[in-house]
Protein backbone atom coordinates (compact mmCIF):
# COMPACT_ATOMS: atom_id res chain seq x y z
CA UNK A 1 0.00 0.00 0.00
CA UNK A 2 1.50 3.31 -0.76
CA UNK A 3 1.29 5.79 1.78
CA UNK A 4 0.31 9.59 0.95
CA UNK A 5 3.21 10.24 3.63
CA UNK A 6 6.00 8.67 1.37
CA UNK A 7 7.71 12.06 0.99
CA UNK A 8 8.11 12.33 4.81
CA UNK A 9 10.46 11.86 7.91
CA UNK A 10 10.08 11.47 11.06
CA UNK A 11 13.08 12.50 12.98
CA UNK A 12 13.65 10.95 16.46
CA UNK A 13 16.36 11.55 18.30
CA UNK A 14 16.77 8.88 21.40
CA UNK A 15 18.92 8.81 24.43
CA UNK A 16 17.69 6.19 27.22
CA UNK A 17 13.98 5.87 26.31
CA UNK A 18 14.41 1.81 26.19
CA UNK A 19 10.84 2.28 28.44
CA UNK A 20 8.64 3.78 25.78
CA UNK A 21 10.60 4.36 21.95
CA UNK A 22 9.56 1.22 20.79
CA UNK A 23 5.53 2.15 21.33
CA UNK A 24 5.96 5.51 20.34
CA UNK A 25 8.05 4.82 17.07
CA UNK A 26 5.38 1.57 15.76
CA UNK A 27 2.66 4.64 16.60
CA UNK A 28 4.01 7.25 14.38
CA UNK A 29 4.63 3.92 11.70
CA UNK A 30 1.34 3.90 11.60
CA UNK A 31 0.99 6.94 9.59
CA UNK A 32 4.43 8.07 8.47
CA UNK A 33 6.16 4.42 7.02
CA UNK A 34 9.65 6.54 7.15
CA UNK A 35 11.06 7.16 10.27
CA UNK A 36 14.96 7.15 11.59
CA UNK A 37 15.84 7.00 15.30
CA UNK A 38 19.39 8.55 16.05
CA UNK A 39 20.57 6.54 19.07
CA UNK A 40 22.73 9.30 21.03
CA UNK A 41 24.94 7.16 23.25
CA UNK A 42 22.21 5.59 25.07
CA UNK A 43 23.48 2.80 27.55
CA UNK A 44 19.68 1.49 28.40
CA UNK A 45 19.25 -0.85 25.29
CA UNK A 46 17.29 1.90 23.57
CA UNK A 47 19.02 1.08 19.79
CA UNK A 48 17.35 -2.67 20.95
CA UNK A 49 14.44 -1.50 21.83
CA UNK A 50 14.24 0.43 17.99
CA UNK A 51 15.52 -2.25 16.13
CA UNK A 52 11.98 -4.16 16.73
CA UNK A 53 10.59 -2.03 14.93
CA UNK A 54 10.46 -0.86 11.08
CA UNK A 55 12.16 2.48 11.68
CA UNK A 56 15.90 3.33 10.65
CA UNK A 57 18.46 3.73 12.92
CA UNK A 58 21.40 5.55 13.40
CA UNK A 59 23.85 5.62 16.39
CA UNK A 60 26.00 7.85 18.37
CA UNK A 61 29.55 5.84 19.87
CA UNK A 62 28.84 8.29 22.67
CA UNK A 63 26.13 11.03 23.94
CA UNK A 64 26.88 14.52 21.76
CA UNK A 65 23.36 16.14 22.62
CA UNK A 66 20.07 16.55 21.61
CA UNK A 67 21.01 18.90 19.04
CA UNK A 68 23.58 16.72 17.52
CA UNK A 69 21.44 13.69 17.27
CA UNK A 70 18.54 15.85 15.55
CA UNK A 71 21.59 17.07 12.89
CA UNK A 72 21.85 13.72 12.38
CA UNK A 73 18.84 12.35 11.60
CA UNK A 74 18.51 15.51 9.32
CA UNK A 75 21.35 14.65 7.15
CA UNK A 76 19.99 10.75 7.47
CA UNK A 77 17.10 12.00 5.62
CA UNK A 78 18.19 14.63 3.29
CA UNK A 79 19.71 11.62 1.23
CA UNK A 80 16.62 9.54 0.82
CA UNK A 81 15.09 9.53 -2.32
CA UNK A 82 11.87 11.63 -2.59
CA UNK A 83 12.21 13.33 0.65
CA UNK A 84 10.37 16.60 0.90
CA UNK A 85 9.36 17.21 4.24
CA UNK A 86 10.61 16.76 7.56
CA UNK A 87 9.19 16.46 10.97
CA UNK A 88 11.10 16.67 14.64
CA UNK A 89 9.61 14.16 17.42
CA UNK A 90 10.34 14.10 20.61
CA UNK A 91 10.75 10.12 21.55
CA UNK A 92 9.26 10.11 24.83
CA UNK A 93 5.59 10.36 24.26
CA UNK A 94 4.55 13.58 24.43
CA UNK A 95 3.93 14.79 20.97
CA UNK A 96 0.85 13.22 18.87
CA UNK A 97 0.55 11.75 15.79
CA UNK A 98 -2.39 13.53 14.79
CA UNK A 99 -0.85 16.93 15.41
CA UNK A 100 2.56 15.94 13.44
CA UNK A 101 -0.31 15.30 10.16
CA UNK A 102 -2.29 18.33 10.81
CA UNK A 103 0.96 20.49 11.35
CA UNK A 104 2.27 18.78 7.87
CA UNK A 105 -0.88 19.42 5.95
CA UNK A 106 -0.14 23.55 6.59
CA UNK A 107 3.47 22.86 4.97
CA UNK A 108 1.80 21.20 1.71
CA UNK A 109 -0.59 23.80 1.33
CA UNK A 110 2.15 26.50 0.94
CA UNK A 111 1.21 28.49 4.08
CA UNK A 112 4.68 28.08 5.58
CA UNK A 113 7.81 26.39 4.80
CA UNK A 114 8.01 25.72 8.71
CA UNK A 115 5.69 24.81 11.14
CA UNK A 116 6.08 24.71 14.39
CA UNK A 117 3.48 23.30 17.67
CA UNK A 118 2.80 25.14 20.13
CA UNK A 119 0.70 24.52 23.49
CA UNK A 120 -0.09 28.45 23.80
CA UNK A 121 -2.55 29.53 20.99
CA UNK A 122 -5.41 28.05 22.50
CA UNK A 123 -6.40 27.37 25.69
CA UNK A 124 -3.54 26.04 27.61
CA UNK A 125 -4.39 22.49 29.23
CA UNK A 126 -2.03 20.44 31.72
CA UNK A 127 1.08 22.38 31.48
CA UNK A 128 2.97 22.36 34.36
CA UNK A 129 2.73 25.94 35.66
CA UNK A 130 6.85 25.74 36.08
CA UNK A 131 7.49 24.41 32.32
CA UNK A 132 5.05 26.64 31.19
CA UNK A 133 7.00 29.79 33.08
CA UNK A 134 10.06 28.41 31.77
CA UNK A 135 8.90 28.07 28.19
CA UNK A 136 7.29 31.43 28.57
CA UNK A 137 10.53 33.12 29.80
CA UNK A 138 12.97 31.84 27.20
CA UNK A 139 10.31 33.04 24.42
CA UNK A 140 10.30 37.00 25.74
CA UNK A 141 14.25 36.86 26.12
CA UNK A 142 15.04 35.52 22.93
CA UNK A 143 14.96 38.06 20.40
CA UNK A 144 14.24 35.70 17.24
CA UNK A 145 11.35 34.28 19.16
CA UNK A 146 10.31 38.07 19.55
CA UNK A 147 11.07 38.59 15.87
CA UNK A 148 8.59 35.39 14.82
CA UNK A 149 6.00 36.47 17.60
CA UNK A 150 6.32 32.60 18.75
CA UNK A 151 4.10 31.61 21.88
CA UNK A 152 5.89 28.05 22.24
CA UNK A 153 9.50 28.57 20.41
CA UNK A 154 10.95 25.23 22.20
CA UNK A 155 8.33 22.64 21.03
CA UNK A 156 10.04 20.00 19.81
CA UNK A 157 7.30 19.14 17.48
CA UNK A 158 8.41 21.33 14.23
CA UNK A 159 7.55 20.83 10.28
CA UNK A 160 10.62 21.94 7.80
CA UNK A 161 9.77 21.44 4.41
CA UNK A 162 13.21 21.05 1.72
CA UNK A 163 14.37 24.21 1.44
CA UNK A 164 14.91 25.52 5.25
CA UNK A 165 16.51 21.62 5.64
CA UNK A 166 18.96 21.85 3.21
CA UNK A 167 19.59 25.13 5.08
CA UNK A 168 19.46 24.54 8.83
CA UNK A 169 22.95 23.51 10.43
CA UNK A 170 22.64 22.57 13.98
CA UNK A 171 25.65 23.29 16.06
CA UNK A 172 24.42 23.61 19.43
CA UNK A 173 24.68 20.23 20.66
CA UNK A 174 23.00 20.62 23.97
CA UNK A 175 19.25 21.65 24.55
CA UNK A 176 20.49 25.30 23.83
CA UNK A 177 19.77 23.73 19.87
CA UNK A 178 16.38 24.40 20.46
CA UNK A 179 17.17 28.87 20.31
CA UNK A 180 19.84 28.23 17.93
CA UNK A 181 17.09 26.79 15.92
CA UNK A 182 14.47 29.60 16.11
CA UNK A 183 17.44 31.69 15.23
CA UNK A 184 18.32 30.05 12.31
CA UNK A 185 14.99 30.34 11.36
CA UNK A 186 14.72 33.93 11.66
CA UNK A 187 17.86 34.52 9.58
CA UNK A 188 17.20 32.40 6.84
CA UNK A 189 13.68 34.48 5.94
CA UNK A 190 11.84 31.27 5.45
CA UNK A 191 7.83 31.27 6.37
CA UNK A 192 6.71 30.44 9.98
CA UNK A 193 3.74 29.50 11.44
CA UNK A 194 2.26 27.90 14.82
CA UNK A 195 -0.32 25.61 15.09
CA UNK A 196 -2.50 24.80 18.06
CA UNK A 197 -1.01 21.06 19.27
CA UNK A 198 -1.36 19.10 22.97
CA UNK A 199 1.58 17.61 24.68
CA UNK A 200 0.73 14.61 26.51
CA UNK A 201 2.64 15.45 30.06
CA UNK A 202 2.67 10.96 31.50
CA UNK A 203 4.66 10.86 34.55
CA UNK A 204 7.76 9.40 32.54
CA UNK A 205 7.72 12.13 30.05
CA UNK A 206 7.08 15.45 32.94
CA UNK A 207 10.48 13.12 34.19
CA UNK A 208 12.45 13.61 31.06
CA UNK A 209 11.59 17.65 31.35
CA UNK A 210 13.42 20.44 31.41
CA UNK A 211 13.46 22.73 35.06
CA UNK A 212 13.49 26.68 34.75
CA UNK A 213 17.68 26.71 35.56
CA UNK A 214 18.08 24.66 32.15
CA UNK A 215 15.89 27.18 30.15
CA UNK A 216 18.48 29.92 31.48
CA UNK A 217 20.81 27.56 30.98
CA UNK A 218 20.10 27.56 27.24
CA UNK A 219 19.91 30.96 26.68
CA UNK A 220 23.73 31.61 28.67
CA UNK A 221 25.20 28.53 26.26
CA UNK A 222 23.63 30.25 23.55
CA UNK A 223 24.97 34.31 24.32
CA UNK A 224 28.81 32.72 25.52
CA UNK A 225 28.80 30.72 22.06
CA UNK A 226 27.79 33.97 20.01
CA UNK A 227 30.59 36.10 21.74
CA UNK A 228 33.25 33.62 21.19
CA UNK A 229 32.30 34.06 17.20
Not at 39 to 57: E, I, M
Not at 214 to 229: Q, T
Amino acid sequence: MTSTNDDTWILIPVYNEAPVIADVVDEVLATFPNVVCVDDGSRDGSSAQVLRTKAHLVRHPINMGQGAALQTALKYALNRQGAKYFITFDADGQHRVEDAQKMLEVARSGAAQIVIGSRFLEQVKNVPWIRRLMLRTVAWLDPSSRKLGLTDAHNGLRVLSREPAEGLKITMNGMAHGTEIISLFTRGGWTVKEVPVTVLYTEYSRAKGQSLMNGVNILFDLFFSKRGK
